[in-house]
C-alpha cells in the first residue's frame, strides 16, 4: 500500500536548521507532485512547498528564501531543507503527494502522519 512516513523534526531555537525526510512506499514514484504541508495548533493547513514531478517547485512567501524542498527519485524521499527557523514556523509538518495536483486547495491523495517542529525564541 501507499504511505509516506515523516522524519527529522525537533525542537530548535530561533535561527537554527532541521531537515525533514518523507520517504514513500507502495505506488507513489517520481511521476507524483509532492508537498510538505504544516499546521499550527488552532491554525488551519497552510501549504509550505511542493516540487513537481518535473523538479520545479514553489514556496509559501512565509518561507521562501528560508527553505528549500527536494526529492530523490532514487530514494523516493522527499526533504524540505528549513533554514533561519523563527517561531512562527512551529507545526505539525506533513509529506503529501498526488499523482495529478500540487496544491493543498485542490487536495492530495496521499498523507503522512507528520512530525512536530518546534522553534523557540
Known amino acids: 500500500q501507499a504511505q509516506l512516513v515523516e522524519s527529522g523534526g525537533g525542537s530548535v531555537q530561533a535561527g537554527g536548521s532541521l531537515r525533514l525526510s518523507c520517504t514513500a512506499s507502495?505506488?507513489?514514484?517520481?511521476?507524483?507532485?509532492m508537498a510538505w504541508v504544516r499546521q499550527a495548533p488552532g491554525k488551519e493547513r497552510d501549504e509550505v512547498a511542493f516540487i513537481n514531478s518535473d523538479g520545479g517547485s514553489n514556496y509559501a512567501d512565509s518561507v521562501k528564501g528560508r527553505f528549500t524542498i527536494s526529492r530523490d527519485n532514487d530514494k523516493n524521499t522527499l526533504y524540505l531543507q528549513m533554514n533561519d527557523l523563527k517561531p512562527e514556523d512551529t507545526a505539525m509538518y506533513y509529506c503529501?503527494?498526488?499523482?495529478?495536483?500540487?496544491?493543498?486547495?485542490?487536495?492530495?491523495?496521499?498523507w503522512g502522519q507528520g512530525t512536530q517542529v518546534t522553534v523557540s525564541s
Open positions: 503529501a503527494a498526488d499523482r495529478w495536483n500540487c496544491y493543498y486547495q485542490h487536495g492530495f491523495q496521499y
Open positions: 507502495g505506488w507513489i514514484d517520481s511521476k507524483y507532485c
